[in-house]
Structure formats: structure tokens, C-alpha cells
């Protein structure tokens, strides 16, 4: 056990405060805020802080990024410096952190050129198309199909679920293109224009109040067979080389760090008969669970990161963090609600409402995110099959499973 | 930057285990507790060989002041084999105090002795956790007055440490006006006993010793709590390897997703609990001014996370976990006495906000 860093990158994380101390207030809006992307401002920023290697860093410059060898302590030291300057780390979402990575691993060389620098820098969004209304937690039973003529790809069918839909010039898809091969042999990753004829975006509104997500329609939408990614009937093995990354996004540990402060300060706030909620002795007790999860995910990120740092597999230690992490910050947000009483149910649009509805938007936020990228369920097949060997569920007949997927 | 065990303490872990597995096997293990003595007292001297006894004794005693974090790998391998043995009350509990809070002419006696595996110690001190009902000491004119109750592993001990306020007075087992009684517990693996003060003279006190007695009991909550992961981590395994073995309509009750998730659960708990007990063991040595909070949730957390875990465990054994024939019960049992130990959740929760001004 060593929790220091070594001095080479200290000096890194000293350059890095003193950037984002000198430099921070040029970033745009406040960490995380989905509104600006594709926004001039926010590649402004994102270029400054390639040039610096603070984005984009890993990879390789002659697709703008900063082509600097992958670094897990690197990568740990930004994430924190950030997350404790509260500023913006430039461009995030599916575009950099799932399609780039699979381009850059199956894409054709001028895919890469054409589409790696842009989505680099954020001058180009986009929303990843995977699930179906019929394609959940079994995503293979996408039945979006597309079919063939000469070197056209007609695509029929909808998406659910799309994140960013709305503000996207691209989106990657997975489509059935061999109708008649076995489930998971039938599917292409394929790069669609979101302004191409035929397809139709519509918001889809959660309970939340607001659109998270979006339908996306395709009617007819004709893209050219050169946009499939990889071979044609490949696309599952290579969505599935970054799937694993959506689910170390969910459930971060910095996350339920931050929410769980949020909750100290609201019951330090909160008044119950004359006296703070933190002297109440049951919320208090829920408090201190919470804490002690929420230092064991911050624990178990180091060990994970450890583990990465040897080059050793975290084994099942490595599966858990999603399925924990939602967990938790759905509890957080959920004493805090309890924290406020009846005040707990005021919304956005009151200045009754504490950080302006913020808890309960939290509460229902972050109950989508159990069920999103991976459903709690899903993650229990994924820690007993894969992290403990335990047989996976008798399939029903292949005939069956088959006829499934046609429709 | 590396969190995690080191090669050196995962072969501590793994020497530890095979002793276990050679000389304490589940047999041996019911052979002890069905005895008349509370402990393995030749399994403990031959522990003194591979420096689990003396672990936490410095060496200028002939100790092999390994660091806590090593201790707790030690205690999970101790769990995990449900062993009958007076790690937490004399290895980790009785030593720190006399380490912090004794003086030199005592250290010397007691020491060597505690770390070749000669003498035993225990902590009494419940009472400074908790004050319960029917108990206390009092200290008046040079004589120990009262009760103190739960002095974990403290049957056969050769002398107890008892605390009184911040005060710790040494009493040999053979004092005048000391009874000894001992405790049924739930787990036979390890004993409590009541100890009895009519008049007692202890041999030496130690006055205002009141922090080198917190982090003794800090250092029992990680030990605690390492018991407890060593305990899970059995009674997972126990429960997967029965899951695949067990068969109903047809296929191994594996395949259900009922009892697949159950195992799932157990796992995803245990985890990231264990990244927190290695850190709060490292704290301990190395961040002093953070290890008594991390200490406290560490063992709240695991009296939770085990006290749920081995309730799932059994019902994934379905009836046999429940017969006292198969293993799974003595780990039930022992989860279930190191909850209460050192405070239970509701306790340390309280304190732990204490701790950080949160009360």
C-alpha cells in the first residue's frame, strides 16, 4: 500500500492547478452541463486543452488528439483536479468516449480521418443508437434493419433512449443487416447523418419533467454502404469492445462524493423543531451508512486503479462499481429528500425548493441510471457469470429466439 | 501509488491459510468447541512460529511489529477458517494497550511472553464503549469493585487489562477476589466472560491512558471487521460451489437468476467493503489523525454488509444451511457475534458523527 504518486507526477497535477487556476474561468458553463455541446465556446475549450494535454490526451495527433501514451495516475490526477476546480474538462459523451475509441480500433482509415479530428475537438456530437422499444437489457434483438441496394444502406426502424439526439450531427447505430444469420451475426455499427432524409428525432420525456432522452425514427434513411464500421455482420463484437466503457462511466465514485457533501450540507441547513436535521438520530445513522459507502467506492477506485497500474485484471472487484455506485447515489438523494420533510417535494419553480429542485431531480435522475447502461439486473448476470462462473440461464430454443428477431 | 496488498502480505495470507487448512481444518475446528477449553492452545503456540502471535509486539520484545493492515490479513485468514483462537482479545487487543499504555518494567514481562504464545491476555473494556445494565468498575483505595462484562477471549487468559474511565489496571487471573464466569455465546469459536471484582488489587495501574485505549479499540474494529470479510469470503465461496453442485427441476439451482443474483449481491457488497478495510488498515500506521473515523465506519459497515451477507448465504443453502451439520452455521454464528463486538452499526454510526462534529 503506497497512496503517493511520485514526484514526476506531482509536478504534472502542479501544472495542471495552475492552469486551471490561471485558465479555468475560460471554460464554459459548469462541469457536466449537456446544453453547450457542440456550443463555439466549449471547443474553444477543448482545443486549448488539447494543446495542453488535458483532453483528448491518449489519442494519437494525427487525429487531433494530444497522442500521449495512456496513463491510469495521469488520467486519475485530471480527473480529480478538475472535479476540485469544478471546471469544465471539455468535451465529453458518446462521441469521444465510445465511438472515437471504436473507430480508432475498427474504423477504416478514412473514417478515422473523417470523423476522429471533428468529434475530437466537439465540432461534431453525437448520439449512439443501440436500444429499441423490443431491444433493452437483450440489445442483440435489435430488429432496425437495413437493407441493401447497390452501395446504399436503406434504413427502417426506431431507436429509444438516445441521449443528445436533438443536439447531434451524427449518430453510430446498430442495424440488422443479415436478416437471415444467428442473432448476434446479423448486426452492423453504422454512422449515420442525422439530417439525412427520412430520419425523424422526437424528445422523449421522463419523468424528470424533461426530454434526457430522444425516439429517433428512420423511414427509408439511405446512407452510403461505406459507413459501415468494420464488416458488414461485425457490429455487435465491436460495439461490445466499448460497452464495457459505459459501464465504468455510471456509478463514479466522485459523483456520490459530491452528492454525498450535498446531503451533509442540506441536514447542517435543515430545521426540525428548533434543532439541525444532523441531530436527529435515525437521519443521522442513514447519513453515516451512506458515508462509509461512499469512502468504500472511493477506496474501491483506487483498488481498481491499483490493479490497472500492475497490470493485473481486478477480476470481479472490477464489475461491482455500477451496480454500487447507482445504488448509492439514489440513496443519497433520497435521505436528503427525507432530510426536508414535506419541503423534500417541492420542484423546480419555487424559491421553497432547495438548490431549485435539485434532490428530487437527483432521486429520479439517478433511479434511471440503475436501470440505463446495463440494467442492476443485467450487472448481477454480468458479476455471477463472468466474475464468478456461474452458468448463465438455459437459452429457449434457438428456433424460437430466431423467429424473435425477425419480425 | 499502489493500493493493495503486497506480495509479501498476500503470502502472509496464503501461509496463514494453509496453517489453517492443516491444523485447524472445520473437524478440528468442532473438536475445540465441543472441548473444554475455549481455544486450540497448541494451534496458538505453533502460530507464535510464524509470528501471528507477536504480530503487533514490537521486536525489541520478540515480536514481529508487522503494521495493521498486515494484522487484519492475518484476522481475514482467521475468519475465513472460523478459527478458535484469541487473535482480537490478546494478539491485537491486549497488546496495543499494554504497547501504548504500560510502562517499561510491564512491556517487558508481558510482551515475550504474549508473542511466543506463553501467556494470554484479554482487554476489559466493554463497558467503555457501552455502558450496559448489571455492570461497571470501580477503582477506590487501591481495589478494583464491580463487573466488567464481555471480555472477548478472555477465558483461559493469564492476566486481563481493565479499563476503568481512562485508566487501565493489570490483573493477574489468580488474583485474589477475581471470578471468572464464562459466557454462552452464540459463536463457540471465540469466548466472552464476565469477570468479578470483590476487593481485587490489581498488580500495577496505568493512569490517563484513555488515547492509547481508543486506538487499541480502533484497531480492533479493522481487526473486526477483517474477521468478518474473512467470514464472507467463505461463506461466498460455500455458496456458489453449493449453487453449482445442487440440482432441482432438472439443472443446478446456479442457472436461476433467483440465486445466481443472490450470489451477485453478496459479491458486490463484499468488494468494495474490502477496499475499505485495507485502507483503514493502512490509516491506522499511516494517516493517525484519519484512522479513528475510518476505524469506526469500517467496522459499522461490515456489521451490516455481514450480518446481511450470511443471512443470504443460508438461503441460498436453502434447509441444509440451516442444520447445525454443515459448516455454513459456524460462520453465521461468528458474523454474528463480531457485529455486536467493539459496538454494533447504530453505536459506531453515532460515534463515527461525533468523530467529525456532525452530532
Not at chain 2, 82 to 97: E, I, N
Not at chain 2, 171 to 180: E, K, T
Not at chain 2, 209 to 218: E, I, K, P, T
Request: with cysteine; aromatic share 6%.
Amino acid at each position: 500500500m503506497d497512496l503517493s504518486y511520485g514526484p514526476e507526477y506531482e509536478t504534472f497535477r502542479a501544472e495542471l492547478r495552475e492552469f486551471l487556476q490561471t485558465r479555468g474561468d475560460e471554460a464554459p458553463g459548469r462541469a457536466g452541463e449537456v446544453a453547450s455541446l457542440g456550443g463555439e465556446s466549449l471547443v474553444r475549450w477543448q482545443k486549448l486543452l488539447i494543446e495542453h494535454g488535458y483532453a483528448a490526451r491518449n489519442i494519437p495527433k494525427e487525429y487531433g488528439g494530444a497522442g500521449a501514451e495512456p496513463d491510469p495516475l495521469i488520467a486519475t490526477i485530471l480527473s480529480e483536479e478538475f472535479g476540485r476546480a469544478r471546471v469544465s474538462r471539455g468535451v465529453a459523451g458518446q462521441g469521444i468516449d465510445m465511438l472515437v475509441p471504436t473507430l480508432l480500433e475498427h474504423g477504416s482509415e478514412e473514417q478515422k480521418r473523417s470523423y476522429v479530428p471533428p468529434t475530437v475537438t466537439g465540432e461534431m456530437v453525437w448520439c449512439q443508437g443501440y436500444s429499441e422499444p423490443g431491444a433493452g437489457s437483450d440489445l442483440a434483438a435489435i430488429q432496425t434493419h437495413g437493407r441493401v441496394e447497390g452501395d446504399t444502406l436503406v434504413i427502417n426502424g426506431q431507436k429509444i433512449w438516445t441521449s443528445t439526439a436533438q443536439f447531434s450531427q451524427m449518430m453510430f447505430a446498430l442495424v440488422r443487416t443479415e436478416p437471415e444469420a444467428a442473432k448476434h451475426a446479423g448486426i452492423s455499427y453504422v454512422l449515420v447523418p442525422m439530417d439525412t432524409p427520412g430520419l425523424d428525432v422526437r424528445p422523449l420525456k421522463t419523468m424528470t419533467g424533461h426530454a434526457e432522452f430522444n425516439e429517433v425514427f428512420f423511414d427509408e434513411v439511405r446512407v452510403p454502404v461505406a459507413n459501415i464500421v468494420g464488416r458488414r455482420g461485425q457490429g455487435w463484437k465491436i460495439a461490445n469492445t466499448t460497452l464495457g466503457h459505459e459501464r465504468n462511466m455510471l456509478g463514479s465514485s466522485a459523483t456520490s462524493e459530491g452528492l454525498y457533501e450535498g446531503v451533509v450540507r442540506v441536514m447542517r441547513e435543515e430545521q426540525v423543531d428548533g434543532h439541525s436535521a444532523l441531530e436527529s438520530p435515525v437521519l443521522r445513522d442513514r447519513l453515516m451508512s451512506l458515508q462509509a459507502k461512499t469512502i468504500a467506492m472511493k477506496c474501491h477506485a483506487m483498488r481498481l486503479l491499483g490493479s490497472r497500474l500492475r497490470g493485473e485484471s481486478s477480476g470481479v472487484a472490477g464489475l461491482v462499481t455500477k451496480l454500487n455506485g447507482c445504488q448509492l447515489n439514489h440513496d443519497l438523494a433520497g435521505l436528503a429528500i427525507d432530510a426536508m420533510g414535506e419541503g423534500g417535494v417541492l420542484y423546480r419553480g419555487t424559491d421553497r425548493s432547495r438548490e431549485n429542485g435539485r434532490w428530487q431531480f437527483q432521486y429520479m435522475f439517478q433511479l434511471g441510471l440503475i436501470i440505463g447502461g446495463g440494467t442492476a439486473q443485467i450487472q448481477k448476470n454480468i458479476i455471477s457469470e463472468r466474475g464468478l462462473g456461474m452458468p448463465r440461464e438455459p437459452k429457449v430454443a434457438a428456433s424460437a429466439a430466431k423467429s424473435g428477431v425477425k419480425g | 501509488m499502489d493500493f493493495g496488498l503486497s506480495e509479501e502480505q498476500l503470502l502472509l495470507a496464503e501461509t496463514v491459510t494453509r496453517f489453517l487448512d492443516e491444523r485447524l481444518p472445520v473437524p478440528r475446528v468442532r473438536e475445540v468447541i465441543d472441548g473444554d477449553e475455549s481455544i486450540d492452545p497448541d494451534a496458538w503456540r505453533a502460530l507464535a512460529e510464524l509470528g501471528v502471535t507477536g504480530c503487533l509486539v514490537p521486536e525489541t520484545h520478540g515480536g514481529a511489529e508487522l503494521s495493521l493492515l498486515d494484522a487484519a490479513v492475518i484476522a481475514t485468514a482467521l475468519g475465513h477458517g472460523a478459527a478458535p483462537l484469541p487473535f482480537l482479545g490478546s494478539a491485537t487487543l491486549a497488546t496495543l494497550v499494554l504497547r501504548g499504555a504500560a510502562s517499561p518494567a510491564v512491556q517487558s514481562e508481558w510482551l515475550p511472553r504474549l508473542a511466543d504464545g506463553s501467556a494470554r491476555m484479554a482487554l476489559a473494556a466493554a463497558e467503555r464503549i457501552e455502558q450496559r445494565q448489571d455492570s461497571g468498575v470501580t477503582f477506590e483505595g487501591g481495589r478494583l469493585q464491580g463487573t466488567a462484562l464481555f471480555v472477548i477471549d478472555g477465558a483461559g487468559a493469564d492476566a486481563y487489562l481493565v479499563a476503568v474511565g481512562d485508566d487501565v489496571h493489570l490483573v493477574p487471573a489468580s488474583a485474589d477476589g477475581l471470578a471468572i464466569k464464562a459466557l454462552p455465546t452464540i459463536d463457540r469459536t471465540r469466548g466472552l466472560v464476565e469477570l468479578g471484582f470483590e476487593a481485587v488489587a490489581p498488580a500495577d495501574s496505568f493512569l490517563a491512558v484513555g488515547a492509547a485505549l481508543d486506538r487499541a479499540v480502533d484497531a480492533g474494529r479493522v481487526i473486526v471487521s477483517a474477521d468478518i470479510l474473512g467470514s464472507c469470503d467463505r461463506a461466498i465461496s460455500m455458496s456458489v460451489a453449493y449453487a453449482m453442485d445442487r440440482e432441482q427441476f432438472g439443472r443446478p439451482i446456479a442457472t436461476f437468476q433467483a440465486v445466481k443474483h443472490l450470489c451477485a449481491e453478496m459479491v458486490a457488497a463484499i468488494e468494495p467493503a474490502r477496499s475499505l478495510l485495507w485502507y483503514a488498515g493502512h490509516s491506522w500506521d499511516e494517516i493517525p489523525e484519519e484512522s479513528a473515523l475510518l476505524a469506526t465506519l469500517c467496522k459499522a459497515h461490515f456489521s451490516t454488509v455481514g450480518h446481511d451477507l450470511v443471512r443470504i448465504a443460508t438461503q441460498v443453502h436453502g434447509g441444509i444451511g440451516f442444520t447445525d451439520e454443515y459448516d455454513l452455521q459456524l460462520w453465521f454464528k461468528r458474523v454474528g457475534l463480531s457485529r455486536q463486538l467493539l459496538g454494533g452499526p447504530e453505536k459506531l454510526n453515532a460515534h463515527a458523527a461525533e468523530l467529525q462534529g456532525l452530532a
